[in-house]
């Protein structure tokens, strides 16, 4: 009886221990991981943390800048480290993401307010990036901006 008891305890047990761990750990979506990303990555630009972003792009990563003119990874690293404009904020809104199996779209538009030439500017981006799965993790391939014209 009393080996029962304690068999029946240490099930009961480790029951709630599965229930409790299940609960701590929330699951996070493709687009909620995708959409953070998105805002490491933005973060991360302003602090020059080019390692984090490293990982993000993919090795065959190509931009298309709201120029027109294209950059691979190598360009996009050096353009981080380069960067050395004052940036008041940068805020990202009006996210939407799709998942395709193991590749995504992610839409987004960026809100950009800096000082240039002692002035204050604002701009305002839309950006298109594609995500493929790779081992787990996602890494961006592409990556396309457009200036909205103020108005």
């Not at 950009?112 to 996602?138: H, K, N, P, Y």
Request: aromatic share 10%.
């Amino acid at each position: 009886m009393r080996r029962l008891l304690l068999f029946e305890c240490c099930v009961l047990w480790a029951a709630l221990a599965v229930t409790a761990s299940s609960q701590t750990l929330p699951v996070r979506s493709d687009q909620q991981v995708l959409i953070e990303l998105e805002r490491g990555w933005n973060e991360a630009f302003y602090r020059k943390d080019v390692a984090f972003i490293e990982n993000i792009l993919a090795d065959e990563f190509v931009a298309t800048y709201e120029d027109g003119s294209r950059g691979d990874k190598a360009h996009e690293l050096a353009l981080i480290a380069e960067f050395d404009q004052q940036v008041v904020s940068a805020t990202q809104d009006e996210f939407t993401v799709k998942v395709y199996d193991d590749t995504a779209v992610v839409w987004f538009t960026l809100n950009l307010v800096g000082i240039r030439q002692g002035e204050r500017a604002e701009v305002t981006l839309r950006f298109t990036d594609v995500f493929v799965l790779r081992d787990g993790d996602w890494q961006c391939v592409s990556s396309q901006s457009t200036k909205v014209a103020p108005g």
